[in-house]
């Protein structure tokens, strides 16, 4: 019970509780302070950040960890292709920022046996799309399973790190499809979280 002039010790406790939990779990809180663009994709290994055509890949030092791996060394700063920013800006653009973009997506490809399969398979943590547009996100991507609105996003950076490690992809058409700009270099910004 307040009496008048008074205030209870908890109000402010609680109110500070209330004020970092909204922060804590809001779509922008996985931005660490001090790398350049917006988080886009997390996924078990590490987190790419994207400003405009340059992009961070910063390994989350717990994942490496186990195995006695040095994170940092595999921290990498790249450009896309004009073509690649442009697959990404038209994937982000027909995502609904009001939707929820469940997991299992339902009948999505891929995604038939998702229910069916193996816990160890279900256990894989999920790649995360952020959209901060969005109050939902960040939405999960299995490799086997994920919506087909976030699968372009997650495919374009699948397409980085393979291009980077020297492998060209083939689209439909013949041609290579190509998200890496190996003619232009960065150096990450931060090199583990």
């Given at each position: 019970?307040?009496s ?10 609680v109110l ?7 922060t ?22 590490a ?19 186990w ?10 700063c790249?450009?896309?292709?004009p ?11 027909a ?28 256990a894989l ?22 919506h ?17 490690d ?28």
């Open positions: 019970m307040f008048r002039g008074r205030r209870s010790p908890q109000v402010p406790i500070g509780a209330t004020a970092w939990f909204l804590a779990c809001s779509p922008q809180a996985a931005q660490p302070p001090g790398i350049p663009g917006r988080l886009e994709l997390y996924d078990v290994n987190k790419f950040f994207r400003d405009g055509d340059r992009v961070e890949y910063i390994p989350v030092a717990d994942h490496w960890s195995d006695g791996l040095d994170a940092s060394s595999f921290a990498y790249a450009y896309l292709t073509e690649s920013v442009d697959r990404l800006e038209a994937a982000y653009e995502l609904d920022p009001e939707e929820d973009y469940p997991m299992p997506p339902e009948g999505a490809p891929g995604c038939e046996d998702y229910e069916d399969a193996p816990d160890d398979i279900k943590d999920p790649a995360l799309v952020y959209d901060p547009r969005n109050p939902n996100s960040p939405f999960p991507c299995h490799d086997a399973c994920c087909p609105r976030l699968r372009p996003i997650t495919n374009e950076y699948v397409l980085l790190q393979i291009n980077r020297g492998v060209q992809w083939t689209g439909p058409d013949g041609d290579p499809v190509v998200a890496w700009d190996d003619t232009r270099s960065c150096t990450p910004t931060v090199t583990t979280l």
